[in-house]
């Protein structure tokens, strides 16, 4: 398995510009998570999809966050317009749902944003 | 919400030696606590995890203890190796899918 695949791994963009994020699942998850880690906030989930349906985005920090999941096998984050306190890691990550390893979440290689 | 405090934020240990890291969370119904290695650059990946049913659990090296009623848990890595060199995570989730982070160790291994 390729494990949950993310693009770009790094982006510099100016301030302003539009920013978006790329995610593919492991197949078969069928819940899929939206993370950003910062040196000053550590590890925070901004929004959950189960079967495609955004369920819980209480953590998104703001209106010019976005995220969609068209179908199962992608998603994506989007930051219109982007400022330079947006710059971190953002981690895709993906889970498979029931069993006993129901809640294990595998993340993707992230991709660094950086905003200038 | 859930509330996840880790300790030591930085621990330095000879090879070969025992490192041990303990983290508290605050709402009695989480019933998921994992760990997860991060070493730089890279992504968390799982190492080990526990339920709330089960009170230790260990695989090679490293071991996982669960406290309920002091709500705590914590990881123990022994005989470490300089490639256990990393961030290491312990989190808790309530029900499906929430998970809450500890901030994190940074676990420094000399040889």
């Known amino acids: 398995d390729a494990g949950v695949i993310q693009s770009p791994r790094h982006e510099v963009t100016e301030m302003g510009q539009e920013v978006t994020l790329r995610c593919k699942p492991i197949?078969?998850?069928?819940?899929l998570f939206w993370y950003r880690q910062t040196m000053m906030r550590g590890l925070e989930l901004l929004i959950y999809?189960?079967?495609?349906?955004?369920?819980?985005d209480s953590g998104m920090p703001e209106d010019r966050f976005s995220a969609k999941m068209p179908n199962a096998s992608f998603s994506t984050l989007k930051i219109q317009p982007s400022e330079p306190r947006d710059s971190a890691v953002y981690f895709c990550a993906s889970s498979p749902q029931g069993g006993t390893r129901g809640n294990t979440i595998y993340f993707g290689e992230g991709s660094w944003l950086t905003v200038v | 919400g859930e509330n996840v405090e880790q300790h030591p934020s930085t621990l330095s240990v000879q090879e070969g030696d025992s490192a041990v890291i303990k983290c508290t969370y605050s709402?009695?119904?989480?019933?998921?606590f994992p760990w997860y290695k991060q070493e730089l650059g890279k992504r968390p990946q799982l190492i080990i995890d526990?339920?709330?049913?089960?009170g230790e659990k260990k695989d090679q090296r490293i071991a996982v203890t669960l406290n309920k009623t002091a709500k705590h848990f914590s990881l123990h890595i022994t005989e470490t190796q300089p490639e256990d060199s990393a961030v290491y995570f312990c989190a808790a989730s309530i029900g499906d899918y929430k998970l809450s982070f500890g901030a994190g160790t940074t676990v420094t291994v000399r040889a």
């Open positions: 197949s078969g998850h069928n819940s």
């Open positions: 709402d009695s119904a989480s019933n998921y």
């Open positions: 999809f189960n079967n495609n349906v955004p369920i819980d």
């Open positions: 526990i339920r709330s049913n089960v």
